[in-house]
């Protein structure tokens, strides 16, 4: 099956902002008669629902902000009675203080659906057996994807993260054809699977991976190829837009952002003006039938781009690029800007690199200082100094014409560094404590 939903992901463009617009419209009036946070926010900006008669008009609308959230804890965000909620979550606090959200049943429907609509773009049908190592719990992944994989009719495993052994032998046993989980987690079960003597490719039936809820690359993406045979797709979504919901396709070109779910923007951080399509900047997203918490121009942190011109796949709502990170994991390094996606996108070009790598900022005197610890693959482990050191210049050379900033690199040999069941945490800042 090519599509889940295919009247909808197909529909011409035209069609589909008509029904953005209706959608919008709806939204909007609902919460401006019962919604007094939002019905605050439209006044102060001088806008009604009567000003919205298209669906650019939704610039008009004042954005949302993870603040907004935090500010209004725990749920004065809600818009529904407390007899139609059916769930709470709590975000994982990337970036500081946890954020509630609650669902209705519509909510966890929609939610399904997309993540339905998405494992159906990475390839996988009633056929598949999906292992789901997102963790379950308050964290959205594991119970979105385990949703959104029964719907679709395949056999889910809900394995959550952890007992890395295990997860191998489930993978074996129960034939196991698809794993959700973040990309550090899905690196760590290669390394777990080789010392247990298991070749993923050809011991396995697993084929396809689900991986998101941090940045990873292309690099990243080859690398788990070469590794394990394992194609692996990018899957996105924030606890506030419900959890993970937009995946990339058969194209593995960008992750469609379904158009009558979600209308998607990118915006100037700085200026918080509408970008056109290639250009990058902070990801709006505003949620076009959530009931519990709406999100209107919920500005989402990450850096990333709409990609310009139609998806081969036929898919019909706008593809968003790779997020590179959260504005907030941005690292200012003797005032270059500097992402640790971008750092995993050089150190992955040497092919004598693993994926493993720790970031260590500090200070020196006056200058900002950056440390770059990775590990070397197995085979490239070596007792002569004169080779680590062309390793290690090599690395440094890499890093210092892809960042334009020079790092200090420190060759660590295979597994010394951490391993992430979760998100990874690659950064620490000692300018920060
Ligand atoms: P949470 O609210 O805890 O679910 O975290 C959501 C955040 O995780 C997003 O705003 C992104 O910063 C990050 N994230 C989720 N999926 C991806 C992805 N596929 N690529 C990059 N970052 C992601
Ligand atoms: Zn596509």
Same mark, same amino acid.
């Given at each position: 099956m090519k599509y889940y939903n295919e009247k909808i992901e197909t529909l011409p463009k035209d069609e589909l902002e008509k029904l953005q617009y209706q959608e919008l419209k709806t939204l909007v009036t609902r919460l401006f008669g019962n919604s007094k946070f939002y019905h605050d926010k439209m006044k102060e900006a001088g806008v009604?629902? +009567? +000003? %919205?008669?298209?669906?650019? +008009? %939704? /610039?008009k609308l004042p954005f949302m902000k993870k603040t907004d959230l935090r500010d209004n804890y725990p749920d004065k965000l809600v818009c529904v009675p407390h007899e139609d909620l059916v769930r709470y979550h709590v975000s994982s606090g990337t970036t500081g203080k946890p954020t509630v959200v609650a669902y209705t049943k519509n909510d966890i429907e929609l939610w399904a659906e997309a993540v339905a609509r998405s494992l159906t773009s990475c390839g996988l049908s009633n056929k598949d057996t999906i292992q789901v190592c997102y963790g379950y719990g308050?964290? /959205? #992944?594991g119970l979105g994807l385990h949703y959104g994989g029964e719907k679709i009719g395949a056999t889910v495993i809900?394995?959550?993260? #952890?007992?890395s052994q295990r997860q191998i032998e489930l993978i074996q046993d129960l034939g196991t054809t698809a794993v959700a989980c973040t990309p550090s987690y899905f690196i760590h079960l290669i390394d777990v699977a080789k010392k247990m003597g298991i070749d993923l490719n050809k011991d396995t039936k697993l084929r396809t991976a689900v991986l998101g809820a941090e940045p990873w690359t292309d690099e990243m993406r080859k690398y788990i190829f070469e590794m394990s045979g394992v194609t692996a797709h990018n899957i996105f979504g924030t606890s506030e837009l419900s959890g993970p919901m937009f995946s990339d396709c058969s194209e593995l070109n960008g992750m469609h952002i379904c158009g009558d779910i979600a209308y998607t923007e990118i915006i100037d951080p700085k200026t918080g003006e509408q970008l056109p399509a290639g250009e990058k900047g902070e990801l709006t997203i505003t949620v076009l039938k959530k009931e519990a918490i709406p999100m209107i121009r919920y500005r989402i942190g990450d850096i990333t781009s709409i990609i310009e011109g139609d998806c081969p796949c036929g898919r019909t709502s706008p593809r968003i690029d *790779?997020?590179? #990170? *959260?504005v907030d994991d941005m690292l200012i390094i003797r005032g270059i800007n500097v992402f640790p996606s971008a750092v995993e996108h050089a150190l992955l070009k040497n092919s004598f690199l693993t994926s493993h790598f720790m970031i260590e900022v500090s200070r020196k005197g006056p200058l900002d200082d950056m440390l770059v610890k990775v590990e070397l693959k197995p085979e490239a482990m070596t007792d002569s100094i004169n080779g680590l050191i062309e390793m290690q210049g090599i690395t440094e050379r890499t890093l210092r014409d892809a960042l334009n900033v020079s790092a200090r690199v420190e060759l660590c040999p295979p597994n010394t560094l951490p391993r992430f069941e979760g998100k990874a945490k690659r950064v620490t800042d000692l300018r920060r404590l």
């Open positions: 009604s629902p +009567d +000003d %919205i008669k298209s669906i650019s +008009d %939704i /610039t308050l964290f /959205t #992944g809900p394995a959550s993260t #952890g007992n *790779r997020l590179q #990170g *959260r």
